[in-house]
């Protein structure tokens, strides 16, 4: 089936795309007149009517505040009225009111009030304008092709700004500050034409449809404060936006009157700086695929604030003119790449019916920063001086870096998956595809470590309508994992794309960029070898298709067994044992899956009985390319095979194999020695494939110790496997993780901020991911008994806590209640064997009512009428978040010997026995038919060494606490033995009735 028209066209290139074209050229001469009016109007005020620190701080005030009082409503407005309608008449009015300036000037009556007056409506036009024409880019080019869309704006944007401020910079000294400004009037009105003749359709919302003004802009910001990535990047630019307005409002004035820049200059160095803009842009999304989107982010937000030094060191002359520039150059440069990264990420992730409104509640905060920021510039500079006021903006520059670092989303690895848009007609014949993964997911490689669903995340979707999102071949670790047979089985049903969508197109160019990255990372002498693909996937034409010349791709399953043999056919028309392979189709959501359709055609190994390695998950072991002769029966003409060889294992050691006769006539097993392929033979004899399977990912079991276990509730949406479930949670390996405890504990952390105290491996279990790969799954096993709905999480629905008994009523995998089951099983056994093992030989006799004692021991240190006490850790298996003594159970130990050892390694505190007495015990039972429990609670008339923080996962903080002003909260028997002691009571009751 083909695409439609506006989304193959789209997919083939921006350029060729006639509304993106027109909506491009209108935004850059917009961009160009702007930097002409930032170069002159500041040059105007200062130089000409003299404007003071005070008054160029309000000029930059009154510009800058109607987008913080209007922004709200002009996205509600642009989410359900004509969105070229908008832009235009913000056009207009704009160049209305700059076209006053110059008029007046000529008259002789220019003044400060005037040019207020104009920033003020020209903001007021400019945040309609704007509201409309962000949230007009998703209707013109699919969701997919949003962040090489932003990429492109932002570097022609740039450059304009290069050319604009060069322009201004000539102007004004050529015509005046005043007339410069013409050539942004002339700008409005060319962006306005441009705009009139954009023919996309837009479709408003019906009368019925529509509501009161308030209650869209009221949705708009729970759509926002909803989504934890939403608001998280919102933040960010609110905070930058207020340390760039500080920053910036003095800038002019600092460079034009205290370093002494003519306003030549000063247009060049601010030409400079757009440059570095421009690469910024250009580069971002060839650094989200290498470095994933949050760590290129929080790079960038790194180093920003310390490209402001030099502005603070320098002084009047050229040398420092020059250092100002290239650092300019660099703060750009990162600013462009974050920038057109975070905006991607929000456009991406927002349905096109909230865009406007989303966009709308990032521009209020923004927007409502930068008139702050410059009036704390106008005021510090006032009272402090311009430069201390420029070392504040500095600083806080910190802020925006500090909220992104504390975020999930600085270890964001991929770009996300946009929403179903169910009602949107232009989505309806795009392709399904997986979930984006870039190039830093695998174990030691950059693509996700496996075919694994991401079935404990649940909120990657797999959808129709994004023809450009890259590959997730397989399953996410931490699924709820399917049980397997130990034979191959014929039946499951493989098919490369979701049942909800039509495939109509082969694996995405920006998918096989990734993977041909990847590939070159490991293997760098390569890339002369592959210089011919590498210049074909920048051009336009389809590297899978068998048309496109010199050359195309085609893939093939490299099959290893149990005893380190691989599977070769013989293909009839090469007349050659090769591995199985072929040509990319139009089904193939990835490279890999057309490996797996291949191998399933010719050999009849289904991808159910094979199963990803370890060592190179999605990635290819090798890119043979490969010399195909002429044929002109077929009107081919001579060409090349660019052939990439992914490495699959046997689940199980008995495989029959079925061959195709159409296409090869016979099958056999070679050890890794006898394969033909000499690049290929040589990388299986290094790559230490010993044909055992391994877990790629992992999941956590995640139990409370009292028989609860904590489920994820995974998103309804198509694409996910098993949408609605309850799963584990858990992920797969990426190139940070040393172990697979490491993976679990780093996805733990990501999805739902959880930092578990001891994990320990309990079961290997196969899942099937959604390609139909086997997905070998390490599960962990963790104790943490703390309140679900308080944890941060990312992606998915919910968390909660299930016995074992309810969980049959739940949409939960049969797998995933038989592992829960089993441990719990398991979990009763231990404690039953403990319980007797704790009773010793003089264990009551059958029908005494006798029952076991936990025992504890606890650190009473008392220090000038204060007593030591720990935080414990939130998610501690007990008391987690409060504050307590420092206290262990006695293992093949006395009580004494216990304390002692507990002082050591928990703060590193040396005791000596003989200073231990017995200040107070503690007889308790938490509930009516619990396990009581006795505290011996022991005083140190001595010790050495200062508390120290040495398990973290249990204890976060040491202190010293007034006993008669005790923190709170506080473990109910540790504030009543600390009464006690204090009132000279020896022993305490709490709990019995």
Known sequence: MRASPKSATA????????????????????????????????????????????????????????????????????????????????????????????????????????????????????VLHDAAAISLLPKLVEKSLIQRSNSRIGSLFAIA?????????????????????????????????????????????????????????????????????????????????????????????????????????????????????????????????????????????????LTQLPLLLASPGIGWEITIGASLFLQLTCAAAAGTTQRSIRQIITEYRMQARMQAVSTCLTSGARPLGALMAGGLGTWAGVRPALAVGACLLVVP???????????????????????????????????????????????????????????????????????????????????????????????????????????????????????????????????????????????????????????????????????????????????????????????????????????????????????YGPLPIDIDVFDIDANPVKGESAHQHWDFRFVFQLVDRDIEVTVQTEEVSAAEWRAFDEVTAPQLRAKLCASGLDGHIEPVNASALIHDGHGRYLLHLRDDLPGIWEPGAWALLGGGREPGDTSLEDTVRRELREEAGLEPGVMEPFAVELATGTDGLTVPVQVFTTRWNGDPAGLPLTEGVMLAWFHPDTMPRLRLNPSTLDLVRRHAEHSGRTKAAAQREALGPDRPKAGSTSVPHIVGVHLYLERGGRVLLGLRHPDSAYAGGTHHFLAGHCEQESAVACLVREAKEEAGLLID??????????????????QPRIGFVFRAQHWTGTPEVLEPDRCVSWGWWPADALPEPIVAYTWAAIEGIRAGRPYTELGWT
């Open 11 to 126: 997919r083939a290139t921006l350029w060729r795309h006639r509304d993106f074209r027109r909506y491009l050229t209108g935004q850059t001469a917009s961009v160009a007149g702007s930097s002409i009016t930032s170069m002159a109007l500041p040059v105007l005020a200062v130089l000409e009517l003299g404007a003071t620190t005070g008054q160029v701080a309000w000029l930059a005030f009154l510009g800058q505040l109607p987008p913080a009082l209007l922004a709200l409503h002009a996205g509600a407005l642009a989410d359900r009225h004509s969105k070229r309608r908008q832009m235009i008449t913000g056009d207009l009015v704009s160049a209305a009111a700059l076209a006053t300036v110059p008029l007046a000037a000529a008259l002789g009556v220019l003044t400060l009030t005037q040019l207020m007056v104009v920033a003020a409506v020209q903001g007021a036009a400019g």
């Open 161 to 305: 700004a290069t050319g604009g401020s060069n322009a201004g910079a000539a102007l004004t000294a050529l015509l005046g500050p005043a007339r410069a400004l013409l050539g942004d009037v002339a700008s409005y009105l060319l962006s306005a034409w441009c705009t009139a003749r954009i023919q996309t359709d837009e479709t408003s919302p019906t009368r019925a449809e529509k509501r009161r003004l308030r209650t869209e802009i009221a949705e708009g910001l729970r759509y926002v404060h909803a989504d934890r990535r939403l608001s998280v990047l919102t933040w960010v630019n609110a905070t930058t936006s207020l340390a760039l307005a500080v920053l910036n409002t003095l800038w002019a004035l600092y460079l034009l009157r205290v370093l002494q820049l003519s306003a030549t200059v000063f247009g060049l160095v601010l030409g400079i700086g757009a440059l570095g803009a421009a690469a910024g842009a250009f580069a971002a999304p060839a650094l989200t695929r290498q470095r994933g989107p949050g760590p290129m982010m929080l790079g960038a937000l790194a180093l920003t604030p």
């Open 401 to 615: 870096l500090v909220i992104l670092a504390l975020s999930p989303l600085r270890a964001l690895r991929h770009m996300p998956i946009p929403p179903p848009e169910p009602d949107d007609p232009k989505d309806s014949t795009a392709v399904a595809v997986p979930e984006p993964r870039t190039a830093t997911q695998s174990a030691g490689s950059v693509l996700p470590a496996a075919a694994a669903p991401r079935t404990a995340m649940g909120n990657h979707s797999q959808e129709c309508g994004d023809p450009d999102a890259g590959p997730q071949p397989g399953a996410g670790a931490g699924s709820s994992p399917r049980p397997r047979p130990v034979t191959a089985r014929s039946d499951i049903p493989y098919s490369s794309a979701s049942p909800n969508c039509e495939v109509t197109l082969p694996p995405t160019r920006a998918h096989i960029q990734d993977v041909v990255t990847a590939y070159l990372e490991r293997h760098p002498a390569e890339a002369p070898l592959l210089a011919t693909l590498l210049r074909l996937l920048d051009q336009d034409a389809e590297p899978t298709s068998r048309s496109t010349m010199p050359g195309h791709i085609t893939c093939s399953a490299v099959v290893v067994d149990h005893d380190r043999r691989v599977l070769l056919v013989h293909h009839n028309v090469f007349g050659l044992m090769l591995a199985p392979g072929g040509h990319v189709e139009a089904g193939d959501r990835s490279l890999l899956e057309t490996a797996l359709r291949e191998v399933h055609e010719e050999a009849g190994i289904p991808p159910g009985a094979l199963c990803a390695t370890a060592a």
């Open 913 to 930: 026995p003989q200073d231990v007495e017995l200040a107070h015990v503690v007889h308790m039972v938490d509930e009516p038919g619990a």
